[in-house]
C-alpha cells in the first residue's frame, strides 16, 4: 500500500466519519446550520435570525471571599410555522466587571484554579473573589460573548459590612414651621467602630404616612450623618418617622409635630425624706417658680392622688382624707402634711400625686411627687444559682443586694442573715461590693411553714342610707320641682338617717312614701304617710323641716331607705301562754328602734344574760320586766342597757288588733354590722419554705432590718462555674464542674473554654474537676464553657474606655449672651479625640415631653440576653455598659444570662442574579404602527381609484398591506419583526391583527362586502 494511497484511505475515512456525524445529527431532528454556526441545538431551523438573551446569578459573593458565578445566554427564534423556540447557547465566553455608583468599571479575574467551566446545563461556572471595596451600592456586569454577538447584564451588588445605627432628633416635639435637625451615627457590629463614607438615604415620613423626604446621605467622619428639614407652616400634626438606611441597616426616631407654647412657670413638688414609716405623718414641699428663677407668690396648687402597691390604704384617704389644695405663700413654696400612716402597713406603697399649679393669670402647669410608704428601714432581694431558692442541708452560693427602700445601694455595709425562726443562730456575715451585693455560702437547714400574713381588708365607706328616689311638685308646671325645692329636700336626707334603724339587713330596700305641705314662710305644716315605725319616724322629722319661703307648695316624696350595717338585734319569743301576734310585731319594732343604743363596732355575741317577761291582758294593756339570768355571759353595758330598756318600755299593742290574753319571754343577740365584712377578712398564706432574717450595718451603725422569704429548690445534675466572672485580657480563668446527688457518668476528660473564636481546651486529670484557662491577650467579649447542658460564662469589657465632660464656660449668663461650652473627651484615661453631639434645648420643654438622657446610644451596643434582671435591676445590657463595678452583683448578673451576643461575620455575602429582557412581540408594535399607516392610505388611494360597486375583501387587504411593505422599505423605515423576518400578517399578534380587518380599515362602508368574512380565520388559513 503506497503513501498516496494511505493519505487518499485516511481523508476519506474522516469524510465519511463527518458525513455520518451530520446524518446523526439530522436523523436526531436537529437543525445543523443552527448547531454548526450558532451553537444552538434546536429540533427546527429558525424562520429568522435568533435573538440572544444573557442572565447571571451569582450566590455568596463578598469582598474577600470566593463566591459562584454563573452566566448562560439562551437563543430564541420562531420556526416555520411561527412557533417560538427556545435553546440554550452552548459556545460563549464571559468577562465579569465590578461597577460602581458612578459607572466606573474594575476587571474582575475569576480563580485560576479551575477557570470557567461549563456545567452539565450548559451553564458557565467560575469562581470569583470581590476586592476590598469601600461599602456602597454596586454592580456586577456580565459581558458574554457568543456566536450569536455580545450582550451584557447587571445584577444589583450591596455590599455592605454587618452595622448598626442610630438616629436621633434635636428635640422630640417641634411646631409646624420649625426646623427639625438630626443626626446618626453608623457603627462596624463586629466591633463598634465608625463607618466613614459608609452610603446612607435619609427618609422622613409625616403623620398621614406620605415620604416628604428622601436623601442620599453618606456618613462623614467618626460615622456620622447631619440633616435637616423645614417643616411647613401646614406640616400635618402627629407623629412623624424619620429613618436611615444604609444596605440592610436601618435606623429610626419618632417625634411630635403639633402647636405648643412653652410654660412660662413650673411646679416642683418632692418629698422631704426619702421613705416613710407606719406611725409617720409624710409630708410634701414645693415651690412654683417663673423659667427665670423668680417665685410665683400666692399661686393655686391642687393634687390628685393615686395609691400604687399591694397594701390597701384607708378608704378615707381616697375620700378627701389626703391633701388635694394648697396655696402657695410670698416666696412660691408650700407644704402640705398627709395623715399618719397606719400601723398595719405591710410592704411597700407608692402614694403618687399629679400637682397642677395656676398663677394669677390663670395659666396652669403641671408636675408631679411621689412618697414612698415601707414596713421596713431595709430591703433585700436575692439571686441564687438554684432557681433562686435554696437547697437543703446544702451549701448554697447566695448574692444578697441590701438597699434602703427607695433604691439608694448600701456599699460595704455588713450584712448578718439568721434563721427568724432559730434565736440562737449565729447566723453568716458577708460585706456588700460597690453595688450593695454580697456572696454567702448558706445552709439554710430544713424548710419550716413559712405564715404570710394576709393584707388588711378595708371595708369602703357605706353610701347614706336615705336617698330620695322621686320627687313631685303639684303646683309647679307639669309637676317638675325648682332647684331651690330639690336642693332644700336633699338637705333634710342626712336627718332622716337615724330612721334607717327600722330597716334590717335582711328587708333590703323599703321605700317610703310621702305628701308635704309648707305655708308661704316655708314651714311644713303637714305630713302624710304610712302607719309603720319607718314612716312615722321619717314623717316625725320631715315636720320639723323647712322649704322656700314665698307661697305655698306641695311635695310628693318617694325615699329609698336601706341598712348600711348598723348593729341589729335578733329576737327569741318563747310563750307561756296564748299567742299574740300584735305583741311580738310590737317587740320587734322596738327592738329596731333600739338599734340607735347600740356602738356601731359592737361584736356579735351569744344570747344576751337579759330576758324581758311580757304579759298582754283582755283589754291590750302591756306589761313588761327586765330580769338577769343567772350564770349568763357578756353583756351590753350600764348605759346601753339602760337605753336598750328605755326603748323597750314604750312598747304598746293596736287596741284595733284582735287577740287573747298571753304571757311570755323575750330573748336578744346581737349581731355585728360588720359580719359580712369580716368574713371578707383574707387569711394567712401558709407555705414550706424558708424565713430569714437580715440584718445591715454601715460603719457599725445599724442600718435596719427585714425578713428574707425563700423557697425550697432543687440541686441540679451538673453545674459550672467560672471564677472570676468580670477577668481581664491575659487573665487567668478557672473553671470548676459541680456535680449533684442526680448525675450519672463520667467526668469529662476536657473542657473548653470558647473566647470568640479561639477555643482554649485544657486536658482534665482522673477525678479532677476544674480546669485553668488563660484569656488571649487580645480578647474582650464573652467567653463561654458548657459539659452536659451546664454553662459558666466569663466577661471581658472592652479595653477602650470612653468619657465626655461638658461644662459651660461661665455658671450663669444674661439673656442675650452668648453662652460658650467646653467639651473634654478621655480614652481610656487620656485625652483623645472623639465625636460629640450637643443638642440644646429649654428645660421647659420637659414639662411637655419626656426628653431624652444620656442613655439613648445604649441600644448599638450588643447586650446578652437574661431571663429576667439580677435583683430587678441589673441586667446584661448594665453589664455590657460597665455600669456594674462590684465582682458579686457581676457575678449574679452573670447567673441571670440566657444568652450572649454572638460575633458577627465583618462581610455580609451577597446572592442575587439578573437578566436581559426580551419580548418579540413588543418589538413588534413600532414597525406595525409604519406599516399601518401606510396601509391606510394604500386603502384610501384605492378608495378613490378602484371601479363603483368594487368591494374590499380580504385578498385585497393582503395586497396592499404588501404593497405598503415595500414603500416603507423604499423609504427605508423598519418592517422587520424581532427575528429579522418582513411583518406577515400571519404573524402579527391577534390584537394587531384586528386592527388590519377590511373594516378597521376602510372609511366608506360602501367599499365592503355585504357578504363579510371572518378577517382573523382567513389570516389562519390563508397564511398570507
Not at 46 to 61: H, I, N, Y
Not at 455 to 466: A, G, I, S, Y
Not at 800 to 820: C, H, I, N, Q, T
Amino acid at each position: 500500500m503506497t503513501e498516496r494511497f494511505r493519505r487518499r484511505w485516511k481523508t476519506g475515512g474522516l469524510g465519511a466519519l463527518v458525513l455520518l456525524g451530520i446524518w446523526g445529527l439530522a436523523a436526531g431532528d436537529v437543525c445543523l446550520s443552527a448547531w454548526v454556526l450558532s451553537g444552538v441545538k434546536v429540533p427546527h431551523c429558525p424562520d429568522g435570525k435568533f435573538r440572544q438573551t444573557v442572565a447571571v446569578s451569582f450566590t455568596e459573593l463578598g469582598r474577600g471571599l470566593p463566591g459562584a458565578v454563573r452566566v448562560w445566554a439562551d437563543a430564541h427564534a420562531p420556526n416555520d410555522s411561527g412557533s417560538l423556540m427556545s435553546a440554550r447557547v452552548r459556545r460563549g465566553s464571559a468577562e465579569l466587571f465590578l461597577v460602581d455608583a458612578e459607572g466606573k468599571e474594575t476587571p474582575l479575574e475569576v480563580e485560576k484554579k479551575d477557570g470557567w467551566t461549563r456545567s452539565d446545563g450548559d451553564v458557565l461556572v467560575a469562581q470569583v473573589k470581590l476586592p476590598a471595596v469601600t461599602d456602597g451600592d454596586y454592580r456586577l456586569r456580565t459581558r458574554l460573548s457568543t456566536p450569536l454577538g455580545t450582550d451584557t447584564v447587571d445584577a444589583a451588588l450591596p455590599l455592605y459590612a454587618p452595622a448598626v445605627a442610630h438616629v436621633l432628633t434635636d428635640r422630640p416635639l417641634y411646631e409646624p414651621g420649625n426646623e427639625v435637625r438630626f443626626r446618626a451615627v453608623v457603627l462596624r457590629a463586629k466591633d463598634l467602630a465608625p463607618l466613614d463614607g459608609r452610603p446612607g438615604t435619609w427618609f422622613l415620613t409625616d403623620a398621614s404616612g406620605e415620604v416628604v423626604l428622601e436623601e442620599r446621605a453618606p456618613a462623614g467622619p467618626w460615622g456620622v450623618v447631619a440633616g435637616g428639614f423645614p417643616l411647613d407652616r401646614g406640616a400635618a400634626v402627629g407623629t412623624w418617622t424619620l429613618s436611615w438606611r444604609s444596605g440592610a441597616t436601618q435606623a429610626n426616631a419618632t417625634f411630635e409635630v403639633k402647636p405648643f407654647t412653652l410654660p412660662r412657670f413650673q411646679v416642683e413638688a418632692l418629698s422631704p425624706r426619702p421613705f416613710w414609716r407606719a406611725g409617720e405623718s409624710p409630708e410634701v414641699k414645693g415651690q412654683v417658680v417663673y423659667a427665670s428663677g423668680a417665685p410665683v407668690g400666692n399661686a393655686e396648687v391642687e393634687l390628685t392622688w393615686q395609691v400604687h402597691g399591694a397594701w390597701p390604704p384607708p378608704p378615707e384617704w381616697m375620700t378627701g382624707g389626703l391633701p388635694t389644695r394648697a396655696r402657695a405663700d410670698a416666696t412660691g413654696r408650700f407644704t402640705l402634711t398627709l395623715p399618719r400612716v397606719p400601723e398595719d402597713l405591710r410592704g411597700q406603697v407608692s402614694l403618687a400625686a399629679r400637682v397642677a399649679a395656676r398663677d394669677a393669670a390663670g395659666d396652669r402647669v403641671e408636675g408631679a411627687v411621689s412618697l414612698l410608704l415601707t414596713e421596713d428601714a431595709l430591703a433585700v432581694s436575692s439571686v441564687t444559682e438554684l432557681e433562686d431558692g435554696l437547697v437543703e442541708g446544702f451549701s448554697n452560693r447566695v448574692y444578697l443586694r441590701a438597699t434602703t427602700p427607695d433604691g439608694q445601694v448600701l456599699p460595704g455595709a455588713e450584712l448578718t442573715v439568721t434563721r427568724a425562726w432559730d434565736e440562737r443562730d449565729e447566723g453568716v456575715r458577708g460585706v456588700t461590693d460597690e453595688d450593695g451585693v454580697a456572696a454567702f455560702q448558706l445552709d439554710p437547714g430544713t424548710p419550716i411553714n413559712v405564715v404570710v400574713p394576709p393584707m388588711p381588708v378595708r371595708r369602703p365607706p357605706p353610701p347614706p342610707p336615705v336617698s330620695l328616689s322621686s320627687m313631685r311638685s303639684l303646683l309647679e308646671p307639669g309637676n317638675e320641682p325648682t332647684l331651690q325645692e330639690r336642693l332644700a329636700v336633699e338637705s333634710w336626707l342626712s336627718s332622716l338617717q337615724p330612721c334607717a334603724r327600722f330597716v334590717l339587713p335582711s328587708d333590703g330596700v323599703a321605700s317610703v312614701e310621702l305628701g308635704v305641705r309648707s305655708g308661704a314662710g316655708g314651714a311644713v305644716v303637714e305630713v302624710v304617710t304610712g302607719e309603720d315605725a319607718l314612716s312615722t319616724c321619717v314623717a316625725q322629722v320631715v315636720r320639723s323641716r323647712v322649704l322656700p319661703s314665698g307661697r305655698e307648695r306641695v311635695l310628693a316624696l318617694s325615699l329609698r331607705v336601706e341598712d348600711r350595717g348598723m348593729p341589729w338585734f335578733e329576737l327569741s319569743v318563747e310563750p307561756a301562754f296564748g299567742a299574740s301576734v300584735p305583741m311580738v310585731v310590737a317587740l320587734a319594732t322596738a327592738a329596731n328602734d333600739a338599734r340607735a343604743c347600740l356602738p356601731l363596732n359592737v361584736a356579735s355575741s351569744p344570747r344576751l344574760p337579759l330576758a324581758l317577761s311580757w304579759r298582754v291582758g283582755a283589754k291590750k294593756e302591756v306589761t313588761t320586766s327586765w330580769s338577769t339570768v343567772p350564770g349568763g355571759k357578756g353583756g351590753l353595758g350600764g348605759s346601753v342597757e339602760a337605753c336598750v330598756r328605755e326603748r323597750f318600755a314604750r312598747v304598746r299593742v293596736d287596741e284595733k288588733e284582735p287577740g287573747n290574753p298571753a304571757m311570755g319571754v323575750m330573748w336578744l343577740t346581737v349581731h355585728s354590722g360588720n359580719e359580712d365584712f369580716e368574713k371578707e377578712e383574707g387569711r394567712a398564706t401558709t407555705f414550706l419554705g424558708y424565713e430569714l432574717k437580715v440584718v445591715a450595718k454601715v460603719d457599725g451603725k445599724p442600718v435596719g432590718d427585714t425578713k428574707w422569704v425563700l423557697r425550697p429548690a432543687s440541686l441540679p445534675p451538673l453545674r459550672l462555674r467560672a471564677t472570676p466572672v468580670l477577668a481581664r485580657a491575659g487573665e487567668e480563668v478557672r473553671i470548676d464542674l459541680m456535680r449533684g446527688p442526680t448525675y450519672r457518668g463520667t467526668l469529662p476528660e476536657q473542657l473548653t473554654l470558647q473566647a470568640g473564636k479561639q477555643a482554649l481546651v485544657v486536658k482534665l486529670e482522673k477525678g479532677a474537676t476544674s480546669a485553668r484557662f488563660r484569656l488571649p491577650a487580645d480578647f474582650e467579649g464573652w467567653a463561654e464553657s458548657s459539659w452536659m447542658g451546664a454553662t459558666a460564662r466569663v466577661y471581658v469589657a472592652p479595653r477602650a474606655k470612653l468619657s465626655v465632660e461638658v461644662s459651660p464656660e461661665k455658671p450663669v449668663y444674661a439673656p442675650g449672651d452668648l453662652a460658650r461650652l467646653q467639651v473634654h473627651t478621655q480614652v481610656d484615661g487620656k485625652d483623645g479625640p472623639a465625636a460629640v453631639g450637643l443638642f440644646g434645648v429649654d428645660e421647659t420643654l420637659g414639662q411637655l415631653v419626656p426628653l431624652p438622657g444620656g442613655e439613648v446610644l445604649a441600644g448599638v451596643r450588643p447586650a446578652p440576653a437574661t431571663s429576667q434582671p439580677a435583683f430587678g435591676v441589673l441586667d446584661g445590657m448594665a453589664l455590657a455598659q460597665g455600669r456594674i463595678r462590684g465582682s458579686n452583683a457581676a457575678a449574679a448578673t452573670l447567673v441571670r444570662v440566657s444568652s450572649v451576643p454572638r460575633l458577627q461575620d465583618v462581610e455580609a455575602r451577597v446572592s442575587a442574579s439578573g437578566a436581559t429582557l426580551f419580548d418579540a412581540e413588543a418589538e413588534v408594535v413600532e414597525p406595525f404602527y409604519v406599516v399601518l399607516s401606510e396601509l391606510h392610505e394604500q386603502v384610501r388611494q384605492w378608495e378613490e381609484k378602484a371601479p363603483e360597486g368594487e368591494t374590499l375583501v380580504p385578498s385585497g387587504v393582503a395586497k396592499l398591506w404588501s404593497q405598503a411593505l415595500l414603500a416603507c422599505e423604499q423609504r427605508g423605515e423598519k418592517v422587520t419583526d424581532a427575528f429579522g423576518n418582513r411583518l406577515r400578517l400571519s404573524r402579527l399578534p391577534r390584537e394587531l391583527l384586528e386592527l388590519t380587518d377590511p373594516r378597521a380599515v376602510v372609511s366608506r362602508g360602501t367599499r365592503l362586502p355585504e357578504d363579510v368574512e371572518n378577517w382573523n380565520e382567513w389570516v389562519a388559513r390563508e397564511a398570507p
